[in-house]
T-cell receptor
Framework: EAQVTQNPRYLITVTGKKLTVTCSQN?????MSWYRQDPGLGLRQIYY???????DKGDVPEGYKVSRKEKRNFPLILESPSPNQTSLYFC?????????????FGDGTRLSIL | AQSVAQPEDQVNVAEGNPLTVKCTYS??????LFWYVQYPNRGLQFLLK??????LVKGSYGFEAEFNKSQTSFHLKKPSALVSDSALYFC???????????FGKGNQVVVIP
């Protein structure tokens, strides 16, 4: 089954404790992206990747890091999480450059930073 | 920078009645436009897109949307709403040649039996 898998689905942690949210897709997609969803703000793009070793900032990259060492994986790293990063996070992927292709989304990761 | 406006927080409609969810956008150049739907505790699912060509595009689950360049709008429509259409709907825009995707804040649709 074609899917985007995120782990963990839920995480409660404390300020300053490094964490990684993993994202993996099995569709051989080139384009991958991370979003955060906050009430009243919709989805905002954090980082995206056009292919292996190619990443770029979205609209809200501060406090986040990503890497794309393999085509299928695109982890989101919070080196020193803060309470304002409490949010619902989605990973997505699409074929080609992603410019005009629909994105496939994971089921989300709910992060709470205390 | 591109942006999307979904002016209504919630849309209530009786089952069987027409459903419209509004979206306007601001972008430099030609836009690629998308609609997604989100059910509780799930990721977004693609409904339809406008890239070029016919201004009326048809998508999944009986939904359609009309691209209006002069009004910079891309409203989502369904002729007869079902209770199962109750969900959160997002409009998104990506300018041609730009790899960043901008989403609206979403509209909660409630279909009343």
């Amino acid at each position: 089954e074609a899917q985007v898998t995120q782990n963990p689905r839920y995480l409660i942690t404390v300020t300053g404790k490094k964490l990684t949210v993993t994202c993996s897709q099995n569709m051989n997609h080139e384009y991958m992206s991370w979003y955060r969803q906050d009430p009243g703000l919709g989805l905002r793009q954090i980082y995206y990747s056009m292919n292996v070793e190619v990443t770029d900032k979205g609209d809200v990259p501060e406090g986040y890091k990503v890497s794309r060492k393999e085509k299928r994986n695109f982890p989101l790293i919070l080196e020193s999480p803060s309470p304002n990063q409490t949010s619902l996070y989605f990973c997505a992927s699409s074929t080609g450059t992603g410019t005009n292709q629909p994105q496939h989304f994971g089921d989300g990761t709910r992060l709470s930073i205390l | 920078a591109q942006s999307v406006a979904q002016p209504e927080d919630q849309v209530n409609v009786a089952e069987g009645n027409p459903l419209t969810v509004k979206c306007t956008y601001s972008v430099s150049g030609n836009p690629y436009l998308f609609w997604y739907v989100q059910y509780p505790n799930r990721g977004l699912q693609f409904l339809l897109k406008y890239i070029t060509g016919d201004n009326l595009v048809k998508g999944s689950y009986g939904f359609e949307a009309e691209f209006n360049k002069s009004q910079t709008s891309f409203h989502l429509k369904k002729p007869s709403a079902l209770v199962s259409d109750s969900a959160l709907y997002f409009c998104a825009v990506r300018p041609y040649g730009n790899n960043r995707l901008a989403f609206g804040k979403g509209n909660q649709v409630v279909v009343i039996p």
